[in-house]
């Protein structure tokens, strides 16, 4: 009797896994600028492309707002509509914005996750791999700036710096 509702219980959880499977589908973005973070509903999922290859990210079924974020390009807000066990690519062009004029400081970030988002006053600069070696950096004119490295799981780190011409700063 025990091994036949222990049986019961493990069919149903597999059937109830299989079902949440099944109402979502997968969301693919191709981009012009692979680095662009892909919101769904406001939530960071992660970069458009990693290494020119595009990322597939799960989604619920149904229609979502979908927004890309580079800063070195205009933001990109449109609708899709994803169908269960389906995968949508979505492929868009954003427009490229005029380049920041020196000076520059540079910010370096380091996370565990390295496709955590980081953010700069609360807008989003791209993920944490990007900036996390000695050749990388997000450079920034001087002045005081807050930095958020937000992971997919786990706590945010917040930290105020301040950026100063040719120097660099290291957020952990």
């Given amino acids: 009797m025990k091994h036949r509702t222990l049986l019961l ?28 973070g892909v919101f769904v509903d406001g939530k960071y999922l992660g970069p458009a492309a990693n290494f020119r290859v595009a990322r597939t990210y799960p989604v619920a079924a149904g229609e979502h707002e979908l927004k890309l974020i580079d800063p070195r390009y205009e933001e990109l807000t449109t609708k899709v509509t ?24 540079r910010l370096r970030t380091h ?28 450079l920034l004119n001087p002045g005081e700036y807050l930095v958020r490295i937000v992971p997919a799981s786990g706590s945010p780190v917040t930290q105020t710096v301040k950026i100063e011409a040719d120097k660099t700063v290291i957020v952990k």
């Fill in 9 to 36: 219980v493990v069919s149903a959880l597999g059937l109830a896994s299989l079902c949440q499977a099944q109402q979502n589908g997968s969301l693919c973005v191709k981009a012009n600028t692979g680095r662009a």
């Fill in 82 to 105: 994803i169908t269960a066990g389906k995968k949508t690519t979505v492929q868009e062009t954003l427009k490229e914005l005029p380049s920041p004029k020196p000076p520059f400081g």
């Fill in 111 to 138: 996370s565990e996750d390295k496709f955590a988002a980081v953010y700069v006053n609360d807008k989003y600069m791209g993920h944490a791999d990007e900036f996390d070696n000695f050749a990388q950096g997000l």
